[in-house]
């Protein structure tokens, strides 16, 4: 809470308080100051007193103002009237396209089944509502049904689900409304920054800067990344890996834990289930096979296990890598085993226990709103993927990407025929193969697209789009971090004749099933929804932010069990190195080291032709996936597609800086223009991804399978149905011709 209010005049402008939320797409919910002039956003600020953000904000957020106002912003409703992907549109009222939209899915849930229509979204966005419209129609088939492997952030979430009952994060003291002044925060000796860069991502509500908060406090780091980040040249390690190793490394850093009896006694006598079985487990590996494997320096490797086993408290900010290889869900159980086995588990500085403020769940991750008073036995039984993958019914309600495509690409289980897009540009982003993908989607009878620009997606494939609002435009609540809620304060009216994608969700939800949507307006739904905070949208609008209680050490106090005993979450309710949810399943109780699918060592056939080790996505500041590239102030910085190679290899292959080249292998190929990094291993490279030229021609979907490194990663996934191959593949490289 603050003392100011929630809006005043200055200097001739109204400023409102409120925090950041999508659209623009963001993983954050920082607080914010948008100043406005006869209804016109004219600049925004960041809120110096917000104690997530404390007055710090992007350059994206600071563009949008040119976002908000950009000619290319959808403003009406449109129908198709041409082929699809022809660019030719009429303009509708958004009474004939819910009437419509009602009518073809209606006709199609008749024919074939409700679960016959996929509810689509991409990441991080506001509208958790989507679940709630798929069931309300009778859909279970909600998720991201053309990002194989669920790669963002699932795979690591289900690991955590199975192992620890909850999810945990690096804690930087932002669960405590004071921060680092609470005398109840520790500040991390050691923070090991894996796979993740902080400040460029500012990854699934965890700000980036709170890693250099913490370093100023004393903090010291260790990197692993296969590129020399800002962050990782400040590190007292940085270890060097080969992209999609890191199950080797964790392998290898286990194995120094035990070997050294480096780990917590006490604390894993009383709360870890399994150290006999890691530690067998352990006596197998072979610590300088894991080290050749991950491309390690042993004796590095050894100094900065040690450091990290003997800093207390220390913590670990993992991030997206782990997710992209095809045993990241098993590198994931390893990287969460160093944190369980010494001790550094919902202590402060250490990785904190975090869930739902007052079980108020707005986020979108793992779906669920209205799952069980909505869908029939039937419905709930037709979701994709729950037979393959065992794992998508431990807490998880989405439906399997994976089996979503094979049921698009073969009618098996069931045909599929419509699709409700919301918040995803999947040819330009998430979709691995997307020229496979955009054929599988347009098989279908009827696709609605709600987005705030016309992508390459909806070109390609919407016979309807609806045009959504960004989050200054609109009322709600941001709840995607587990540590406050805050409130989403409307500053200006829509721009045209655009709503808020929750609005629509209401409007057309109530047409499907009136009795599931029984408000009448925005601000009535959100009061249903923190009714369990003890208080309304109006009171949050006005104190912008409120903190539940925290408490650390939940295992010890009863708070993580439904029966109230004392432990975690689990079937042994205690951390589970060994998983016995994971037994059950078939998949591999420990962690262990599963080599990606396309590699030198699991593919050595190929390396004659495809030499080089191929990741892609490190995420770059000025745009988030595929947005922002019509943003002048962000794309003048950043104007084209870049591959990041080291000089070296570059020369070998007669390729010079700025020179535009060809990326290929044996799935695609990609024209990217070469940025030398002379930081990474020569036989590593890495593109940048979400590219699409919104200057383009519409007719060629702007250019999208161009620069789109997606091109040359397969749809596949791995054993438990989680992680894909967007950061672990091969390929070679060439000049291409001008
Ligand atoms: N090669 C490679 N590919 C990757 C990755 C990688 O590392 N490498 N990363 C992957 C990851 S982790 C992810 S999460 C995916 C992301 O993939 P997506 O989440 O699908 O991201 P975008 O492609 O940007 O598509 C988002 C679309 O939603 C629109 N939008 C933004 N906010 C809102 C909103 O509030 N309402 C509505 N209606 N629309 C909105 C934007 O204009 C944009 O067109 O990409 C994946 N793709
Ligand atoms: N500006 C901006 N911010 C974003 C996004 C965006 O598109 N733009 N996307 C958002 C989303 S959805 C996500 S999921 C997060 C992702 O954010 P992060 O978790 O930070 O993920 P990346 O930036 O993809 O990669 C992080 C680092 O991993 C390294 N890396 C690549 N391959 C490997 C590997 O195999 N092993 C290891 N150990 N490291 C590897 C890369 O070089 C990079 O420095 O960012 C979010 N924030
Ligand atoms: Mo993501």
Redesign the pocket.
Known sequence: MSERPWTWEEDGCTVVRGNARSAPGC?NNCGILMYVKDDKIVKVEGDPENPYNQGRLCS?CLAIPEYVYHKDRLQYPMKRVGERGENKWERISWDEAYDTIYEKFTEIKENYGPWSVFFGQG??RDIHQMTRLAYAYGSPNEGVPYFTGSS??LPRIASMGVCLGDACVADCSQFLPLRYDDPEYVVPECMII?????Q?????GFFGHWVTDIMKRGTKLIV????L?WIAARADYWLR?R??S?GALVMAMLKVMIDEDLYDHEFCDRWVNGMPELIERMKECDFDEMVERCWGDGEKIKEATRFYAKSKPAAIQW???LDQ?TGGQQAAHGVMSLWIITGNLDVPGGNVIGRPCWGIAASNWTGGWGYEELLTQEQKDNRLGTKEYPLFNVGFLNMSPDISIQALETGKPYEIHGAWLQTSNFLSGMGAQPQRLLKAYLKLDFIVVVDLFMTPTAMALADIILPATTFLERIGFSGLNPYYIGAINKAIEPVGDTRPDQQIMLELGKRFNPEAWPWDNLEQMNDYALEQGGFTYKELQESVWKYPEFEYRKYEKGLLREDGELGFNTPSGKAEVYSIIFEHMGLDPLPSYVEPYQSPYSNPEFTDEYPLVL?T?????????SEHRQINKLRTLHPDPLVYVHPETAAKNGIKEGDWIYIENMIGKCKYKCSFNKTYDPRVI?TEH?WWFPEGKPEELFGTFESNSNNLIPIHTGKSGFGGCY??MICKIYKAEV
């Open positions: 993983h994206r990441t991080g963002c952030y894996w796979g993740h860069n902080p460029n991502a500012n990854a699934d692993i990344d296969p590129q980040t890996i992209p999609g890191d991030g997206l890598a290889f990741t996505g490190a995420r770059v500041p000025g745009f988030f996936h890495q979400g950061k672990a």
